[in-house]
């Protein structure tokens, strides 16, 4: 029996780094899955279905939920569901090598090679003291950010449950996955300015990504940031106030939105924790369901750009987004080099870049004409929850309780595939061999 488990191991570990991380990945969703089927893990019956559902949107730190998490977990179901997103947000093999260090044992080539793929990095030095340094950052951050979320839910709940509360949102919130334990989501905290400021600031800071983080607290100066780091603080900066702006310009007169609330303060803070939500998290303080088609447009394009590269969040990623950008510009001005903040992108870089847009589009419109075919007459929701899955962002137009088992599934394997990337798993099957020949060039027709 050992013999056979180990000829096994053996096997599943030679599968090429990405299967390999993927299979991981299966493996925590079954775990999670059967944890919150146990029967003090629920408050309400469950399905299989709702729990591998529930599993697979937490370990991919998504957030859209077919059951309502407050009333259908326990405390212990509830515990589960935040320690996959935990898991997922900051990665399966970084939790792996970070106990490997704790412990004393060596991470080994291979393993550096799962968590490079992991951590979607070419090349990583030193990697015990880049995890150390990722969780210690990440959890100096969650600490910070629960704490003064207690402020708010403390004296709102009592102690335990406002304590329980904030470390709720405040681990979902960096995570980028917007499960709440509160029906209505946190509705209720429309005008507060705690939840305002804090929420926002841990998905904004989980979303823009690792290695970001890394320049930002020890290089500290613009002359020794990464090319990748100004990319993705320039584009960040830019969107933000972009999407804000938006949301209030389209929902400001709308009475099941920003219409509805009493005063300017309250239109202003919904306008923005709603209007940096759907890049990243999936949170609301309104009623997504009540916003106009125009809005829900600006939005699926949010969710799809998403955040930044080994990060928590989702989406083609803020740094891709820019350079397609630039590469278009510089095709219509005929330019031969794509550059920025004075360095070069190398033509393997829009090419990568190019593969990626064109695959998500080709999985983004895959899964809406799956969803179509069994729930057909909701078009704008179904494209909504697709766009939410892969860039695995959470919103819902409240369409994700209304899924049959087949819509489940389209949406978990999406949300799946958003969280690992487009490329991932095509890489891994695609061959490494370079083409020996040269084949003579023409000219096409195009455009």
């Not at 259908?72 to 939790?95: D, E, I, K, P």
């Not at 939500?277 to 600006?298: C, E, K, Q, Y």
């Amino acid at each position: 029996m050992k013999t056979a488990v180990k000829g096994w191991t053996a096997r599943f570990l030679s599968l090429p780094p990405p299967l390999v991380v993927a299979g991981i990945y299966i493996a925590t969703i079954t775990m999670g899955a059967s944890l919150m089927m146990l029967p003090m893990a629920q408050a309400m019956p469950m399905r299989w279905s709702d729990a591998f559902f529930m599993a697979t949107s937490a370990v991919t730190v998504t957030g859209l939920a077919v059951v309502d998490v407050g009333s259908h977990l326990s405390l212990l179901g509830q515990a589960v569901l935040v320690t996959l997103v935990q898991l997922g947000g900051l990665g399966l093999m970084t939790f792996a090598v970070l106990i490997l260090e704790i412990v004393g044992r060596p991470v080994g080539l291979m393993g550096e090679a799962y968590l490079r793929e992991d951590l979607k990095q070419n090349a990583l030095w030193r990697v015990g003291r880049l995890v150390r340094r990722i969780a210690v950052v990440v959890f100096a951050i969650e600490a910070v950010g629960i704490a003064i979320l207690c402020l708010s839910f403390i004296p709102d709940l009592g102690f335990w449950p406002g304590l329980w509360a904030a470390i709720f949102h405040g681990i979902g919130a960096f995570n980028n996955a917007g499960f709440s334990i509160f029906r209505t989501g946190l509705m209720e905290y429309v005008a507060d300015p705690i939840v305002n400021l804090v929420i926002p600031a841990l998905f904004i800071t989980g979303g823009i990504g690792y290695f970001v983080l890394h320049d930002l607290i020890y290089k500290r100066r613009w002359r020794y940031w990464s090319l990748n780091t100004r990319i993705m603080l320039a584009g960040t900066a830019v969107l933000i106030p972009w999407s804000v702006l938006m949301f209030a310009a389209l929902e400001w007169t709308n009475p099941a939105t920003l219409g509805g609330l009493d005063g300017i303060w309250p239109r202003i803070a919904a306008s923005w924790f709603q209007g940096v939500t759907p890049r990243t998290a999936g949170f609301n303080t309104l009623d997504i369901s009540g916003i106009h088609d125009s809005t829900a447009m600006l939005f699926i394009s949010l969710m799809l750009i998403g955040g930044g590269a080994t990060s928590t969040a989702g989406g083609i990623k803020v740094t891709t987004f820019v350079v397609m950008i630039l590469a278009t510009i510089a095709f219509f001005r005929r330019q031969t080099q794509l550059h920025i903040f004075g360095r070069g992108i190398g033509p393997d870089e829009v090419l990568k870049v190019m593969a990626i847009v064109a695959v998500s589009l080709v999985l983004v419109f895959c899964g809406m004409f799956l969803l179509s075919l069994s729930h057909d007459g909701h078009f704008l929701d179904i494209a909504f929850e697709v766009a939410s899955a892969f860039s695995t962002t959470g919103l819902s137009r409240n369409y994700t309780p209304e899924l049959n088992d087949f819509g489940r599934c389209v949406i978990m394997v999406i949300m799946f595939i958003g969280r690992l990337g487009p490329l991932t798993l095509g890489f891994s099957l695609a061959t490494q061999l370079s083409p020996r020949v040269r084949y003579p060039q023409e000219r096409i027709h195009i455009g």
